[in-house]
Nanobody, 122 residues
Framework: QVHLVESGGGSVQAGGSLRLSCVAS????????FGWYRQAPGNQRELVAV???????NYADSVKGRFTISRDNAKNTVALQMSSLKPEDTAVYYC????????????????WGPGTQVTVSS
């Protein structure tokens, strides 16, 4: 089991910035893809930004140029720097650890954090 804890959500006015952080804890694991998804009321959960263990990153078109993902493999952390925030960025943001491998079992696993609310007012 991998436990994910997010921090850094909150309320901000349009044009402002927020930084989300997520730390993963557990025993003898590695994370293949580590990143962020979000879900607004009435919408499906969508990818925001993810970072692979090899440094590759992928962003939703709607956040490119405004959000930056960073990952620390040694500390099992991932952060999302969000700038030029818009009201449409309002959502619950979820940390996601995907393609997780454990040294004592086969297979790949996916884990989610409980989510943190981001509210952007106009």
């Amino acid at each position: 089991q991998v436990h994910l804890v997010e921090s850094g959500g909150g309320s901000v006015q349009a044009g402002g910035s927020l930084r989300l952080s997520c730390v993963a804890s557990g025993r003898s694991f590695s994370i293949g893809v580590f990143g962020w998804y979000r879900q607004a009321p009435g919408n499906q959960r969508e990818l925001v930004a993810v970072a692979s263990s090899d440094g590759t990153t992928n962003y939703a078109d709607s956040v490119k140029g405004r959000f930056t993902i960073s990952r620390d493999n040694a500390k099992n952390t991932v952060a999302l720097q969000m700038s030029s925030l818009k009201p449409e960025d309002t959502a619950v943001y979820y940390c996601n650890a995907d393609r997780v491998r454990f040294t004592d079992r086969f297979g790949q696993y996916k884990f989610w954090g409980p989510g943190t609310q981001v509210t952007v007012s106009s």
